[in-house]
Nanobody, 124 residues
């Protein structure tokens, strides 16, 4: 098992930047595909980005391509989400997730472990 704790959320003006972190503890971090998802109240959780175990392959949602960057440091058991040029529609609770088996995935159901989430609020 792995435990995930997100940090770095907050409030920012449109056009600004935030960097989210997700610290993992438990089983070997490098054995997990990692992903970031987000959710608004009353809406389904949606895929943002994911990264392979080595960090060599990533997949982004079209809505964040060119603005968000995922990275991981397996030595520090941490995955990051650098968010630039933030828009009002990026406002959501952001969740970090770990996938135990298989290749990278954009499916919510493909992930086995989830953090508690961190709020990101973008204002005009």
């Amino acid at each position: 098992q792995v435990q995930l704790v997100e940090s770095g959320g907050g409030s920012v003006q449109a056009g600004g930047s935030l960097r989210l972190s997700c610290a993992a503890s438990g089983r070997t971090f490098s054995s997990y595909v990692m992903g970031w998802f987000r959710q608004l109240p009353g809406k389904e959780r949606e895929f943002v980005v994911c990264i392979s175990r080595s960090g060599g392959t990533t997949r982004y949602a079209d809505s964040v391509k060119g603005r968000f960057t995922i990275s991981r440091d397996n030595a520090k058991n941490t995955v990051y989400l650098q968010m630039n040029s933030l828009k009002l529609e990026d406002t959501a609770v952001y969740y970090c997730a770990a996938r135990d088996l298989g290749w990278i995935s954009s499916e919510v159901k493909g992930y086995d472990y989830w953090g508690q989430g961190t709020q990101v609020t973008v204002s005009s």
